[in-house]
T-cell receptor
C-alpha cells in the first residue's frame, strides 16, 4: 500500500531564517505531488504541484519554492521566512494517469510557526 | 471559490447515522463530488467520491441526487472518532490538480 510521510511535524523558526520541509511517498511510482498550506482558521490553498522530476508548477506567487529531486521526494523551501509563512503545510500525492490527476491523499502535515 | 454550500456545524449521537448535506447547484456534467474530513491538527482524510451514481465504501455512503445539485454523505454508525470537519468538494475534473476546500461542516458526535 502507498504511504506518505512529511517532516518535521512541527517547526518554530525566526523571521528571516531558511526553511526546508521534506515529503516522501512510498509504494507508487511517478506520482503527482502537491504542497498545500492551511492558515489558521482558513481553508487549504494549493501552493505547488509536480507531475514529474524537476517539473514544478506554482499556483500563487509567494516567498516559497518547491523542488522534486527524486521521483517520490518533494521539498518545500524558503530562503528567508516571513511571519505570514506561518501555517499548516500539507504534502499530498495522487496517481499520475497519463498526466491526469486522481484522488489526492494527504500527509500528516507540518506545523510551521515563524516568530 | 468553493462551489459547494454546507451547514457550518451538525451533531449526532454516537451509534446513530450522521447525514451531512452538501449543495452544489452549479456542478457541471464532468465534475466529481469528493468528500474529505479533517480531524484537528491532522491532514485531510479522503472519504469517498462520486459522479452520478450513489457510492459506498467501508467508511461511508454518498448519495447524489438525480439532478446532481446536491449530495449527502452518510456515516452509518457514527463514533466519537468521527468528530471532525467534513468537506464537500466539487472537482473540476479528475484531471484537475487543485482541490478547492470550502469551510466545511464541523460534525460533533455526542456520547
Amino acid at each position: 500500500s502507498q504511504t506518505i510521510h512529511q517532516w518535521p511535524a512541527t517547526l518554530v523558526q525566526p523571521v528571516g531564517s531558511p526553511l526546508s520541509l521534506e515529503c516522501t511517498v512510498e509504494g507508487t511510482s511517478n506520482p503527482n505531488l502537491y504542497w498545500y498550506r492551511q492558515a489558521a482558521g482558513r481553508g487549504l490553498q494549493l501552493l505547488f504541484y509536480s507531475v514529474g522530476i524537476g517539473q514544478i508548477s506554482s499556483e500563487v506567487p509567494q516567498n516559497l519554492s518547491a523542488s522534486r529531486p527524486q521521483d517520490r521526494q518533494f521539498i518545500l523551501s524558503s530562503k528567508k521566512l516571513l511571519l505570514s509563512d506561518s501555517g499548516f503545510y500539507l504534502c499530498a500525492w495522487s496517481v499520475n494517469l497519463q498526466g491526469s490527476g486522481n484522488t489526492i491523499y494527504f500527509g500528516e502535515g507540518s506545523w510551521l510557526t515563524v516568530v | 471559490d468553493a462551489k459547494t454550500t454546507q451547514p457550518p456545524s451538525m451533531d449526532c449521537a454516537e451509534g446513530r447515522a450522521a447525514n451531512l448535506p452538501c449543495n452544489h447547484s452549479t456542478i457541471s456534467g464532468n465534475e466529481y463530488v469528493y468528500w474529505y474530513r479533517q480531524i484537528h491538527s491532522q491532514g485531510p482524510q479522503y472519504i469517498i467520491h462520486g459522479l452520478k451514481n450513489n457510492e459506498t465504501n467501508e467508511m461511508a455512503s454518498l448519495i447524489i441526487t438525480e439532478d446532481r445539485k446536491s449530495s449527502t454523505l452518510i456515516l452509518p454508525h457514527a463514533t466519537l472518532r468521527d468528530t471532525a470537519v467534513y468537506y464537500c468538494i466539487v472537482r473540476p475534473s479528475r484531471s484537475s490538480y487543485k482541490l478547492i476546500f470550502g469551510s466545511g461542516t464541523r460534525l460533533l458526535v455526542r456520547p
